[in-house]
């Protein structure tokens, strides 16, 4: 199985509660046609890029996964069928970003470095 990314931009008129719904239905498609979810992360309400449909925020939802090829296909076709999807971008990743994504999970990036502190 490949492992995936993908990022869901949800419309900002949405109550916490229904975009909450909304990402579930969409993990549950996951995890119902065979897909691990690895990790995910509610990023929340942030500025846009551009506008979109006249909107300058939106719910962001990165979701980490394990899935066969042909489920992509499946979750795309539900996400454009939504009207509470701005936008969403499917990533598949190689070896490099999967050994990146763990790394983060398990924390590397966030230790300081030793450094020895002067005697003033």
């Known amino acids: 199985m490949q492992q995936y990314e993908i990022v869901i931009v949800l419309t900002p008129l949405l109550s916490v509660e229904v975009a909450a719904e909304a990402i579930a239905k969409y993990s549950k498609v996951l995890t119902d046609n065979g897909a691990e979810i690895v990790q995910e992360d509610n990023w929340g309400l942030r500025k846009l890029a551009y506008p979109i449909q006249k909107k300058t925020t939106g719910y962001y939802h990165l979701t980490e996964f394990k899935a066969p090829g042909d489920l992509i296909n499946k979750l795309e076709v539900e996400l454009r069928r ?19 994504n763990d790394k983060k999970r398990s924390g590397a990036f966030n230790k300081k470095p030793k450094t020895e502190e002067a005697a003033h």
């Open 82 to 100: 939504d009207e509470r999807v701005l936008r969403f971008l499917t990533i598949a990743l190689d070896k490099h970003a999967v050994a990146y």
